[in-house]
Each structure stands twice: as structure tokens, then as C-alpha cells.
């Protein structure tokens, strides 16, 4: 079977990079092994729109300009399917997902699931995707702000890894945490955890930053940044219209 050299390393003619290791060519690690993802921002972003909203974008505006520009930001704060899908995953598809992402300004990282329920393994997986799946972003010329995720205070050894300390970050409040009572508590709790080990100077909120919370970190003299979520603009264009 034919061989090839790569460093000190005999690769097989045929293997293919199926775990995506080429994203982290350059990249350093935590402890963890959790790849360092540079934040990566000259201000903050006009507009965030999902990644379902800048699809449907691109396709529209791609008909008419193959090399348009669109100064937004991508978030993925929405349920994983829509862009972890067999079909339609940003991961699997990395090369098919920038040819959309190249027209826009930049991204948050991706919001691979953590659900407390997920078994340990899954959980720094993902932790792992959305660092290495921004690292390579940031390679590719889009601005990049780490989206932060966690869960019980049991994550919080590696939640945090691979985010700069004293930058920008980003957090969604859509769907469970905080808005539902239950979770407000575990949501406070790791907030002002990842506060104390990041010291981020600013925090972008997609969906509401209206909780006592962001109001004690404003109070701190964090930066509060908040963007409506494509549903709350919705509500708010159907008011309009009434």
C-alpha cells in the first residue's frame, strides 16, 4: 500500500481528515486539550443574525452579487439540527459552510449543545468543536467572538478553556436559561463564574439582557451589549403592522 511522509509520520494514500484536524494547523491547547480561540473584533457587531437568517440571506444576495458583503455577525443560537444536521452540519461541511460565512463580518462560535443531561464526553466535545470550528474562522479572515456555554459548577474545569482573558464574549439567552425560573439559578451562578475567570470587559447578549444579573456586572463596569432574537424581532415587526 503506498505511503506518504508527512513530519516524521508514514500517512496512507486514501486517509482522509475526518476528525478536522486540519482546522487547528498553528492552534496551542489548554490543559485540556481544548484549542485556544483568539477573539477577534474591531467593534462590535451592527447586527446578528442566525444561521438560518444568513442562509436565506446569502441565497437571495449571492443570485445578484457572487462577492457581496453583508456587515453582520453569525450566530447559532438556535436548535442544533439547523446547523448539525446529517445533511447540514457546519461541521461535517466546514468547507460548504464558509462559502457563506466569507460574505458576512464574522461569527459567534458555534452553540454545540451541553445539555446537563449529556453525558460527560459529549459535553467537552462540543466544548472542544465550538473552540476549534472558531479557531479556524479566525484563520479564515472572519472576525470571531467565543460564544460561552456551561452547565453544572462540575463543568466548569474546562467550560471556560480556550477563551482569551479580557476580551469580548458572548452568551444567549434564548430558549431555557435564564428565562426559565428553574434554570435562572445554574445560569447566575456560572455567569458570574466565568466572570471571575475570564474578566471579560464586555459580554454580547442575543435575546434579552433584562435580568438583575447583567444589571450587577453593568454595575461592575462590564459592558452589557444586547441584540434582539430573530423572534423578538418578529414580535416587534408584527406590532408594527397591527
Request: glycine letters at 8%.
Amino acid at each position: 500500500m503506498r505511503t506518504t511522509i508527512q513530519g516524521n509520520r508514514k500517512i496512507r494514500a486514501g486517509l482522509k481528515d475526518c476528525w478536522n484536524a486540519f482546522m487547528l494547523e498553528g492552534a496551542e491547547f489548554t490543559d485540556n486539550d481544548i484549542p485556544i480561540c483568539p477573539t477577534i473584533l474591531s467593534e462590535y457587531p451592527k447586527e446578528i443574525l442566525t444561521w438560518v437568517e444568513a442562509k436565506e440571506i446569502h441565497k437571495k444576495m449571492v443570485r445578484k452579487d457572487k462577492d457581496y458583503y453583508y456587515d453582520a455577525f453569525i450566530c447559532f443560537y438556535i436548535d442544533d439540527q439547523c446547523f448539525d444536521g446529517p445533511r447540514s452540519s457546519v461541521w461535517i461541511f466546514p468547507w460548504l459552510a464558509m462559502r457563506i460565512m466569507k460574505h458576512f463580518r464574522g461569527i459567534i462560535t458555534i452553540d454545540f449543545s451541553t445539555f446537563q443531561d449529556f453525558p460527560y464526553p459529549l459535553k467537552l466535545y462540543n466544548t472542544y468543536r465550538m473552540r476549534a470550528f472558531g479557531y479556524w474562522a479566525g484563520t479564515q479572515g472572519l472576525e470571531t467572538i467565543n460564544n460561552v456555554r456551561w452547565g453544572m459548577p462540575d463543568t466548569y474545569h474546562y467550560c471556560f478553556d480556550g477563551i482569551e482573558i479580557d476580551t469580548v464574549v458572548a452568551v444567549g439567552t434564548v430558549g431555557g436559561s435564564p428565562r426559565k425560573i428553574e434554570d435562572r439559578k445554574r445560569f447566575e451562578q456560572g455567569l458570574y463564574e466565568m466572570v471571575r475567570r475570564l474578566r471579560p470587559h464586555a459580554i454580547i447578549v442575543y435575546g434579552s439582557a433584562k435580568y438583575p444579573c447583567f444589571e450587577k456586572l453593568r454595575q461592575e463596569g462590564i459592558t452589557i451589549v444586547e441584540y434582539q432574537s430573530k423572534t423578538s424581532r418578529a414580535f416587534e415587526r408584527g406590532a408594527q403592522n397591527e
